[in-house]
């Protein structure tokens, strides 16, 4: 029997990519709460840092991923130009801190060099291949990336537009309406 006495929030797709002489991140806008869509056209992705050089997205809960991103951000501006130290050193405090330690998100975040998933257990990892899914729809939308990579005629926005559109045909807690960041790497 399922528990009703609290809201069950789901959704999200996140996809980061790197290709060429991009790096995008990517995300959803659909926002439910058990089978209820909630909202449509939520901005999960944004850009970071005191010169928007870092792109971050989130899922998870909203207040608790805008938490982890002013953390961030003041991690950046205490190692400027250095994201995984800025992501370990967060890490650090997420998994030791009291009130850091009950917050429910995961992100993705990229910057010129690096792209990393940041988790709640203290994880800073680097994928292999520069592709990051994360979220309800994250497994659907790296499957899909993965397999358009390699397609010599798409660059990195229109095998994440197109892998976005795969997860939101396929998850239900991930629709079409899709905001993306872009990093011009040349």
Known sequence: MADHSSP????????????????????????????????SNAIKVRRLGSAG???GGFAGA???AFTLFERLEAKLEQHPGQLTRACVELAKDWRTDRYLRRLEAMMAVADAKVSLIVSGTGDVLEPEDGIIGIGSGGNYALAAARA?????????????????????????YTNSSVVMEKIDLS
Do not use: F, P
Not at 11 to 38: F, H, Y
Not at 148 to 172: F, P, S
């Open 8 to 39: 069950n929030w789901h959704g999200t797709t996140i996809l980061c990519l790197r290709k060429g002489n991009e790096v995008v991140v990517a995300g959803d806008g659909q926002v439910s709460m058990g089978d209820t869509v909630v909202k």
């Open 53 to 55: 050089s870092v792109i």
């Open 62 to 64: 909203t207040a608790d």
């Open 148 to 172: 358009l990579y390699d397609q010599d005629n798409m660059d990195a926005e229109t095998i994440a537009h197109r892998a976005m559109e795969i997860a939101a045909g396929i998850c239900v």
